[in-house]
Antibody, heavy 124, light 112 residues
Framework: QVQLVESGGGVVQPGRSLRLSCAAS????????MHWVRQAPGKGLEWVAV????????YYADSVKGRFTISRDNSKNTLYLQMNSLRVEDTAVYYC?????????????????WGQGTTVTVSS | QSVLTQPPSVSGAPGQRVTISCTGS?????????VHWYQQLPGTAPKLLIY???NRPSGVPDRFSGSKSGTSASLAITGLQAEDEADYYC????????????FGGGTKLTVL
């Protein structure tokens, strides 16, 4: 069964860093664009970042640009999100998600597989 | 304020038909980018319900259907069931400088 499993969440103080991981299984990870999407407590979904299948293209939401970095290691079937200079407003459940269609273009095709999410709490 | 606008809530009785609207602009839905819909049951991760405006992934009942026209899209649910009570989100691509992937604010469906 196609699966994504996030890890790395936790409680961190404002201004500190955290790295999230997303392990993929049972599909050709290296063929698909991958996203991070977050959901603050009681709020809706907010797109965070996307990376192309080969890592050559990356795009970010304005709210995280310059602070977060998305990356991937196709040899390990793993997606990452490096989060620096964390703010209280970054508190959320972070989901990784796979693009529905394999393409060199990312962001157009929806997300057909989602992980269970990992919780990040930024608090002093 | 979400780039895509959805009604905060809709409701319907079992067996009825409900629709959820998603209104965008000329830089997303109106630019002919596809709209996708997700269902999020309480305490769970989102699930893809409709992709490419009208397509259902395998396993999604045909009670769910999507449509798109101009700068708007709609999700229709017929034969409403208690287990359809959830949050629903639309999503598209946006070509403006400040956005790439955009979600609607979400709609809470209550089955009366």
């Amino acid at each position: 069964q196609v699966q994504l499993v996030e890890s790395g969440g936790g409680v961190v103080q404002p201004g500190r860093s955290l790295r999230l991981s997303c392990a993929a299984s049972v599909f050709t990870f290296s063929s698909y664009g991958m996203h991070w999407v977050r959901q603050a407590p009681g709020k809706g979904l907010e797109w965070v970042a996307v990376i192309s299948y080969d890592g050559s293209n990356k795009y970010y939401a304005d709210s995280v640009k310059g602070r977060f970095t998305i990356s991937r290691d196709n040899s390990k079937n793993t997606l990452y999100l490096q989060m620096n200079s964390l703010r209280v407003e970054d508190t959320a459940v972070y989901y990784c998600a796979k693009e529905t269609i394999s393409s060199r273009f990312v962001g157009y095709y929806g997300m057909d597989v989602w992980g269970q999410g990992t919780t990040v709490t930024v608090s002093s | 304020q979400s780039v895509l606008t959805q009604p905060p809530s809709v409701s319907g009785a079992p067996g009825q038909r409900v629709t959820i609207s998603c209104t965008g602009s000329s830089s997303n839905i109106g630019a002919d980018y596809d709209v996708h819909w997700y269902q999020q049951l309480p305490g769970t991760a989102p699930k893809l319900l409709i992709y490419g405006n009208t397509n259902r992934p395998s396993g999604v009942p045909d009670r769910f259907s999507g449509s798109k026209s101009g700068t708007s899209a709609s999700l229709a649910i017929t034969g409403l069931q208690a287990e359809d009570e959830a949050d629903y989100y639309c999503q598209s691509y946006d070509s403006s400088l400040s956005a790439h992937v955009v979600f609607g604010g979400g709609t809470k469906l209550t089955v009366l």
